[in-house]
């Protein structure tokens, strides 16, 4: 039984969920310092987490399914040990979890709504409706190459809006900001994963990195990676962060390593461990001031 929990929390890829759980801790302790006056509506707050990681869960297993009936996937692809293709599980399986995670994340947006006021509404719609034609018909955004774009959006924006307004009842464009860096090392760890991709999704042409090519997905991955940490010393400068913020620049050399190994079938690895690491920094900074 467990090592059955084990294969479908795998092809469901449940480890790609502290890309959305890591950001919500921060957003807790950013608010915890940043709105000391604040009386914080933890219902509200944590009805929107969870409502945001079950979407990432439904946007996940959603995508690994259609990828599967599209063909998009096949026994060659790399990383296909956990995927669905190598039938290692039945797709409907994949695809009721998607379906149940997407209702549950909507039902829990709807509470959080209930205990916040309207603004929130706003994020939630935009997010459900990414959540639902990232992969799906009529849109289907990630095969017109708007996977990074996507990504973005949800992490660098709907996702700082939503946590901050669900805990405070309020949020302003610097509130925003802060959350654009952990979103542009996000989107690098997609980018990576297509750069890896490339040759295999050459044919299919479907992402953003089959459209301009490897040497300008290159230089907009480093350029992402680079001005996450260029936002957070602009940030820092006008004050809005506090200066130990620059911690996180301990993590820098993780970026430069991934420079010798780019043609590595792990490459995509060194920037999910650069987001982790970053993240958990500025996570730990902000807690001990």
Sequence with gaps: MLHKIITYAKVARIQALFLSILPCILSYFYCKQYFINNKFNLKSFILTCIAFVLFNLSVNTISEYRDCKKGIDNPKSPGTKYRLVTGIVPKHNILIIGIVSFIIASICGLSALYY???PLLIPGIIGACIALFYSEFPLG???KALGEVCVFLCYGILLG??????LTNQCSLIDVLI????GLLITCVLLANNI??????LEKNITLVTKIGLKKSYILLYFLAN???IINFILIYFHYLNSS?????LAYPILLLSIRFKNHPKF???FGLLFFTVELIETLVIMSN
């Design 227 to 229: 001005l996450s940490f």
């Design 116 to 118: 916040s006021s309207w």
């Design 179 to 182: 959350f654009i860096p952990g």
């Design 196 to 201: 890896r991709d490339y040759y295999f999704d």
């Design 141 to 143: 955004l990630k095969y």
């Design 245 to 249: 913020i620059l911690y996180t620049l």
């Design 268 to 270: 995509i690895n060194f």
């Design 161 to 166: 809006f939503s946590t901050v307004f669900a």
